[in-house]
């Protein structure tokens, strides 16, 4: 892995869906430990973009790098393994299940009993616990089930969970859609923690009241085209609702 | 209340078998208070012996229904598979043979099931109602809906549903066997945590990289084999095998599992609780038989218990939250 070139670099993406061309030829990079918001009106293009970039939908033209290496993806297991995370609107936990299994769902930890393999529960936990912790957020009882939490403490396990299993990429769609402000300020607090770790994240949001503060860098998409590209320092917000609303 | 003992109320207030472990001692009450035979050995131990068939269904219609899926079909295909194993029989195949082929056959027939629920998108509610219709028309065609000598050898009835001794029958160990298996599946395997999961909130277990699919299939799978395994164990008890055995099973079953606790809408619920509620509506069919109501009212009952958990563990439940605070 090389310090030097950007952990993720999108090359002239196009995406037609039917007769809608969704992407009309979008470059895009991530660095390391970099936050990157990415703004832009409803239907400008960026889940499409992301979703590429997650793994649930192939570009139809256009191509990927990641960590230098070109990577094609089949499905979001493609880009789970090589690191890159998403976290969808609607939250990806089950309410019902407690936090240990949620931080755990489909990657669970194993121990060998005789030829079965079982849960190791007492490891999970402590790990589940470890986690949340360095992320800041306070919750003792890992049993407890998810749908006991607030908003921003599902935000929590959620992003707990991508570092946890090492992701380098985090790709957060709207995440303070439906948080109240202080809740929203939580998770954007653990975006800063995420950067601390060296991880990487793309914040997908229409409101750019709430990716300000934390971005390095804004790219701005308007009908299917990137319309801007500016580190913090050279724009203010001004600037970037002018762009988004006029493209 | 000491912190201790808040902790601890709130523990037990969060099993969900609490209440229905209460609700079943209050009914054993009643039952014994009107009619004492309700206790005597003798009718306990019919209890004992006639709950695990129609237990052992509702064991896999939990693991179902904890991954977000119905089954309507376990009476018919608790019926299909003791005749289809007359059916071997009769055509001369080993007795133990007919069993295997039949508990594959009704394994096959889970599958069915399962693949065409998950890859049409038709709801299974409606893919296992075509079942109960199918596999209890078969169980019909294959015997004119005549019952059938169920001809097996006496090593295989003792088995199936031999008696150990006094309170101890062969199928209660079948019961509490598969019992014993399906929760560690449940709570200590990661396949259980893929069932929760897939009930729980199907799109965020798929974008953790599991195969709901796959789950959903394997679940309706068990379903179906242990409704086929309930069947040939009553087959085995009564040495016959009826086209209209496991009529209605399919509602005892799901009513066993909601009130033990199984949420109708997938992501929750507990072997140990389908147990309970089991035994709960076994205990009332055999409470009004004792006290000689007229056996229709098992239905009404069953429903008002039915309603009635519920109604208590959502209460229940609302109330450990408040208590946490």
Redesign the interface.
């Known amino acids: 892995m090389s310090k030097n070139k950007p952990l993720v670099e999108m090359i002239d993406i196009h995406k037609w869906f039917g007769r809608v061309y969704a992407l009309q030829g979008v470059d895009f990079t991530v660095n390391h430990a970099e936050v990157v918001g990415l703004v832009g009106d409803n239907g400008a293009g960026k889940s499409t973009l992301m979703k590429i970039l997650s793994g649930l939908y192939p570009p139809d033209k256009g191509e990927i790098y990641f960590d230098g290496k070109k990577v094609k993806f089949s499905s979001?297991?493609d880009a789970?393994n090589l690191g890159i995370e998403?976290i969808?609107q609607?939250?990806?936990?089950?309410?019902?299940?407690n936090i240990t299994?949620n931080v755990?769902?489909?990657?669970?930890l194993?121990r060998k009993i005789g030829p079965?393999?079982?849960?190791d529960?007492r490891r999970m936990e402590r790990e589940s616990l470890n986690a949340l912790r360095n992320l800041g957020l306070e919750i003792e009882d890992m049993k407890m089930p998810v749908e006991?939490l607030s908003g921003g403490q599902r935000q929590g396990v959620v992003i707990a969970r991508a570092m946890y299993f090492k992701s380098k990429l985090l790709i957060l769609d709207e995440p303070t859609n439906n948080l109240s402000v202080k809740e929203s300020l939580r998770v954007l607090e653990f975006i800063r923690e995420l950067k601390n770790q060296n991880i990487s994240s793309v914040f997908i949001t229409h409101n750019l009241h709430h990716v300000y503060p934390v971005a390095d860098k804004i790219v701005v998409l308007s009908h299917g085209k990137k319309v801007g590209e500016f580190r913090k320092e050279e724009t203010s917000i001004e600037h970037i609702t002018h762009l988004i609303t006029l493209g | 209340m000491t912190l201790n003992a808040r902790k601890l109320t709130i523990a037990l207030l969060q099993r969900k078998e609490i209440s229905i472990t209460i609700i079943s001692l209050i009914t054993i009450s009643f039952f014994y208070s009107l009619q004492p035979k309700f206790l005597s050995p003798a009718n306990v131990d019919v209890l004992l012996k006639i709950t695990p068939e129609l237990g052992i269904p509702a064991l896999g219609v939990t693991l179902l229904m904890i991954a977000g899926e119905f089954d309507l079909s376990v009476g018919s295909v608790f019926a299909f598979t003791s005749l289809f194993t007359t059916l071997l029989l009769e055509m001369g195949v080993n007795p133990w043979l007919s069993v295997l082929l039949a508990l594959g056959a009704c394994s096959l027939i889970g599958l069915s099931h399962g693949l065409i629920t998950v890859k049409t998108g038709i709801p299974s509610f409606i893919t296992t109602l075509g079942g109960l219709l199918v596999w209890r028309g078969v169980a019909l065609v294959i015997t004119g809906g005549l019952p059938k000598f169920f001809a097996m050898p006496t090593e295989f009835t003792n088995i199936m549903a031999g008696k150990i001794t006094t309170f101890l029958h062969a199928q209660m160990l079948w019961f509490f066997g598969i019992a014993i298996i399906f929760l560690l599946i449940l709570e200590r395997h990661k396949f259980g945590n893929w069932i929760y999961s897939t009930g729980g909130k199907k799109d965020a277990a798929r974008a953790m990289g599991i195969n709901t699919d796959k789950v959903k299939i394997i679940c309706f799978i068990l379903s179906s084999f242990t409704a086929g395994l309930g069947g040939i164990i009553q087959s085995a008890r009564l040495n016959q095998a009826l086209p209209n055995q496991g009529e209605g099973l399919e509602f005892d079953a799901i009513a066993a599992a909601v009130i033990g606790g199984t949420s109708l809408f997938g992501g929750a619920g507990t072997i140990i609780g389908t147990i309970i509620g089991e035994y709960l509506s076994r205990i009332i069919e055999n409470g009004l038989i004792i006290i000689r109501a007229p056996s229709y009212y098992f239905r009404l009952y069953i429903g008002i218990v039915v309603i009635i958990a519920v109604i208590i563990n959502l209460y229940i439940q609302r109330r450990a939250i408040r208590i946490r605070g």
């Open positions: 979001p297991k789970m998403t969808y609607d939250i990806a936990i089950a309410p019902l299940m299994r755990f769902m489909g990657r669970e194993e079965i393999s079982f849960l529960l006991n």
